[in-house]
């Protein structure tokens, strides 16, 4: 099972004298999971809500490309007060902590679908309304290992913590098919000749529709968490799940001065963060490459599905057998690596004469997204494993704060040079090549994985 670091001394004080059949699986997890996973869902739809449309934007609210990228910052800004959330999290729980984060969604969401007439205001609202959905983020984006920890079975909790943390990022790939297809797109990149011409005032009409939309679906989901969302189930379902956990200053001080979790909490913030922010201003990037608005959104979009497919796939497999997940991890990151490398050279087609078709923008950019987006869930397991038993919610925390500090410089450098994108590319294929190096020094351990299988039996 790797290299465990913890000694039998470390862990003894840990476990719980109750026997293990006090230990439960509730069939209400699945409701759970789906409330968590859907408000993920809408948190990541909201976020990448004008990336995919930027042309459209442009053309009715008069943003420019800096406007665009400082829309997609606020996801990573809202990542500042990070400490505060996880501390909710570890004292309060589950529910508090998700209530509040539905609660700054409907805010955001209703700031920014305020239909007033003087632009310049209604820009600011918009600002406004993606910084508080941006505030959700820490809780939905560093919950869902702690949920499956709570309230799964070890044969279960890589799937859970799949479908909880990925869900966010198939909500951001179904903006990418949602926009295009909902709100008409004036650009250059679209198709010749065509007899359909958009005002502005019909283009904001059909985004104030997405709009309204998306702040009805949030204000339902709001009711029904504040009906229906326990912390936890009358019972564990395992014994780590029961097992007494760091304290909050505690865990802190042990992640900071773990030098093997800094050491993967780099391997996965940097490329997921890179990616992040590249797949944030995709639209800008293939424009140069006369790929228009919808297909852009399309590539977007399948690359964000197959990387939740497949990542949930690889989580199924991992709960089937166990102690694999560094091997896992490498084979992804080869593969990003390979992929982001051909759609770098790909786009630099006047260089290295490689055929720059739609089939082979399509295939390079979605295999990029699906090697990312499918190791996340698991490198949060090995997150935990590595440093149990720091609490599963303020490791999470930690590390998606270093991401999203990354798309936040990421963007922060795109505002300040916004003329030439091509460099993103060449960013993305050498964060994944630095972070397989990473991952290939790494030296794993399972002491989680240790209680439930050895201290259970």
Sequence with gaps: MGAVESTEGE????????????????ARR??????????AFLQGMVWNTWGPIQN???????????????????????????LLFVWLMDKKGLRTSLLLAVFLMVLGSALRSVPLPDLQLRRWLIHGGQLLNGLAGPTVMSAGPLLSTTWFGPDERATATAVASLFGYLGAACSFLIGPLAVPAPNDTGIVN????????QIRDRIQIVLYTELGVIVVFFGFVLLYFPSR????????????????RS???????????????????????????????????????????????????????GGCVFGVAMARFADSIRGILKVIVVLMLAGASLAATWF????????????STKATLYTSCILVGIFINSSIPIFFELFIETVYPVPEGITCGVVTFLSNLFTGL?????????????????????????SLLLVILFRESYDRLYLDVFVSV
């Design 56 to 82: 459209s934007a442009k053309h009715a609210f008069g943003f420019t490309s800096k406007d665009i990228a400082v829309l997609v910052i606020w996801g990573p800004v809202g990542y500042i007060p990070w």
């Design 194 to 201: 065509t007899a359909t011409h958009w005002d502005p005032g």
């Design 251 to 305: 865990s802190i001080c042990r992640l900071l001065s773990n030098m093997r979790f800094l050491m993967i909490a780099l391997a996965y913030s940097v490329p997921t963060g890179v990616v992040a922010g590249w797949s944030g201003v995709l639209d800008m990037i293939l424009t140069p490459a006369k790929v228009s608005q919808v297909d852009a959104g399309w590539i977007g979009f399948w690359s964000i599905v």
């Design 233 to 248: 189930p009358p019972r564990p379902p395992s014994v780590a799940a029961a097992s007494q956990r760091l304290g909050y």
């Design 11 to 26: 862990r003894e004080p840990l476990l719980v004298p109750s026997p293990p059949e006090s230990s439960r699986v509730y």
């Design 344 to 355: 770098t050279l790909t786009c630099l087609t006047t260089l290295t004469h490689l055929p």
């Design 410 to 434: 990421l963007l922060f450098f795109l505002t300040l040079v916004s003329t030439e994108l091509s460099w993103l590319n060449w960013c993305v294929a050498g964060s994944c090549l630095f």
């Design 30 to 39: 699945w409701v759970v999971l789906a409330l968590f996973s859907t408000l």
